[in-house]
């Protein structure tokens, strides 16, 4: 018997604030702090603190990022770099290039023993701390300590475990398996931990992480870089073999800057510039501009239109500025965040893989990152290794403006999926009038590797359209695989005032939820 599924998700429509990110709890411990009088930044940080307990695999304290801040009375949008770092004492000749190949269709050289990509080996310097805090001293209204009390909380009682959780758990159990302190944490005897058939809640307590917080609460976002926890940092660090030290902790600060922006239709664009998706997505959309004839919905030559400047886009990438990452997964979450008074952040923050490096430091309980994984690693690429650079990253965070005031902040998780996906959803919205609900709910192709994936859901021609340029590959938009990238929302509408959410249809936990914490799930 063959059975088909329909999975839908509406979108949340208020006057209020609006918070839609990856995991339900999170967005609702954002969504309170704009019901208590709260900005977008405001919500946004504690939203990200939280996202690094419930969903530790994705984002956390460990990892970096990028953030957009848009100003309702200003029209100024700025942007956050707290992107990871390598160790200034790098050495290049520690990651010995093998015989064969990667994974990657771009066929990078493989590293002995995959140093670059797991272990202690593979973690950069950590900036998301960094950044939170620098947001928050910027633009927030509430304190540090106020803005860590709900992750606390969260850690003290631990994640809510489900079958998502023991799915993502199992996914990556043989690497957690590898390092003694994250099979502690998340396995039981080698598996993960096991749901309660009787549906009651289980939770995954994370004392040493809640500790970790509090000390963090108490003495500052510094102390992680140069403090008694910058200490513990370093010493487990060097105790596995990491290069990093205590003065790279010490010397690591996030970078204000202004965005990449390009003017499409009658918005205007604001990315990440530099080593970021941003880059490549505007290029793309310039293309997409010229080329794209707009009907009253996508077709197949619209598909034809975003597969090639997709395309053209990468190529370019991989010649001026080189490649991000691997086609495994990169396992990133994305917020986006919009206030009642029109204020927006959009925010992505990733640890890179799935449980990152999957080393968890013993002494402080949170897992670091495995930014090593997004350099090339021969020694004569653009992207390639050296001491103290950051890698190009696929995190592309946007935010539009409208008439000089916020519009739309919109990102993504889902590595090197993200800026084709980003290109297809603000093309939706922008150029056929369509509410998130129906963007996100619109099939997409993913145009990130030379063969074409097209969603099954899409009509039958555009596969065929696309096959005149590019082999194609059918695949379904399903939760595992990540086929397309999972996408976040939020817009206002310039003409009643009134903003709009929209979280990924195919994640289980991804939600938008209004200020005073009714939520998508809720509905």
């Given at each position: 018997m063959i059975q088909t599924w329909e999975i839908r998700k509406g979108q949340v429509e208020s006057d209020k604030g609006l918070v839609a990110a990856q995991h339900f709890e999170a967005a609702r411990a954002g969504a309170r702090v704009l019901g208590h009088g709260g900005n977008a930044i405001d919500a946004a940080v504690v939203t990200a603190l939280v996202l690094s307990v419930v969903e530790p695999w994705l984002s956390g304290v460990g990892g970096g990022g990028f953030l957009l801040y848009g100003n309702a009375a200003t029209g100024q949008v700025e942007t956050l770099d707290f992107n990871v770092r390598a160790p200034r004492k790098l050495d290049p000749a520690d990651y010995p290039l093998v015989g064969g190949r990667d994974v990657d269709w771009f066929e990078w050289p493989a590293v002995e023993g995959d140093r670059n990509i797991i272990g202690y080996s593979s973690i950069c310097v950590p900036g998301a701390v960094a950044g939170l805090a620098a947001a928050l001293e910027k633009h927030g209204t509430i304190t540090w300590r106020e803005a860590l009390a709900p992750a606390i909380a969260v850690a003290e009682r631990g994640m809510e475990l489900d079958w998502f959780s023991a799915l993502c758990f199992a996914i990556d159990a043989d690497g957690l398996s590898r390092f003694e302190t994250s099979a502690a944490l998340f396995l039981r005897e080698g598996t993960p931990a096991k749901v309660l058939a009787s549906g009651e809640p289980r939770y995954l307590p994370m004392p040493a992480k809640a500790a970790m917080l509090k000390n963090l609460a108490e003495r500052g976002a510094r102390d992680f870089y140069e403090g008694e926890i910058a200490s513990r940092i370093a010493a487990d660090l060097k105790a596995g073999g990491s290069a990093i030290d205590q003065d790279d902790l010490a010397g690591y600060q996030p970078r204000w800057g202004r965005p990449a922006t390009q003017n499409y239709r009658d918005t205007e664009i604001n990315a990440i510039a530099g080593l970021s998706g941003g880059p490549s997505y505007v290029q793309a959309m310039r293309e997409v501009e010229t080329h794209l004839v707009a009907g009253t919905s996508p077709d197949a030559g619209a598909a034809r239109v975003y597969a090639r400047a997709i395309r053209r886009s990468y190529e370019d990438r991989l010649k001026t500025m080189g490649q991000a990452g691997r086609t495994g997964e990169d396992c990133t979450s994305h917020l986006s965040v919009v206030d009642r008074h029109g204020n927006m952040v959009s925010l992505t923050n990733t640890l890179l893989s799935r449980f990152g490096s999957k080393v968890t430091l013993p002494?402080?309980?949170?897992?670091?990152?495995?930014?090593?994984?997004?350099?090339?690693?021969?020694?004569?690429?653009?992207?390639?290794?050296?001491?103290?650079?950051?890698?190009?990253?696929?995190?592309?965070?946007?935010?539009?403006?409208?008439?000089?005031?916020?519009?739309?902040?919109?990102?993504?998780?889902?590595?090197?999926?993200?800026?084709?996906?980003?290109?297809?959803?603000?093309?939706?919205?922008?150029?056929?009038?369509?509410?998130?609900?129906?963007?996100?709910?619109?099939?997409?192709?993913?145009?990130?590797?030379?063969?074409?994936?097209?969603?099954?859901?899409?009509?039958?021609?555009?596969?065929?359209?696309?096959?005149?340029?590019?082999?194609?590959?059918?695949?379904?938009?399903?939760?595992?695989?990540?086929?397309?990238?999972?996408?976040?929302?939020?817009?206002?509408?310039?003409?009643?005032?009134?903003?709009?959410?929209?979280?990924?249809?195919?994640?289980?936990?991804?939600?938008?939820?209004?200020?005073?914490?009714?939520?998508?799930?809720?509905?």
């Open positions: 002494s402080l309980g949170f897992l670091m990152n495995n930014g090593m994984m997004w350099f090339d690693p021969r020694h004569n690429a653009s992207n390639r290794m050296a001491p103290g650079a950051q890698p190009l990253a696929n995190m592309c965070p946007l935010l539009l403006t409208k008439n000089g005031k916020p519009y739309l902040a919109i990102g993504a998780a889902g590595g090197r999926q993200i800026f084709p996906a980003l290109v297809q959803l603000t093309s939706y919205v922008v150029d056929y009038g369509m509410t998130l609900e129906q963007a996100f709910h619109e099939p997409r192709i993913d145009a990130s590797t030379p063969t074409i994936c097209v969603d099954r859901a899409a009509p039958a021609d555009v596969a065929a359209a696309i096959s005149a340029d590019y082999p194609v590959r059918l695949v379904s938009n399903t939760l595992h695989p990540v086929n397309f990238a999972i996408a976040s929302a939020v817009r206002r509408d310039p003409l009643t005032s009134l903003n709009q959410g929209m979280a990924h249809p195919t994640n289980p936990w991804s939600d938008v939820v209004e200020e005073g914490c009714h939520g998508a799930r809720d509905a």
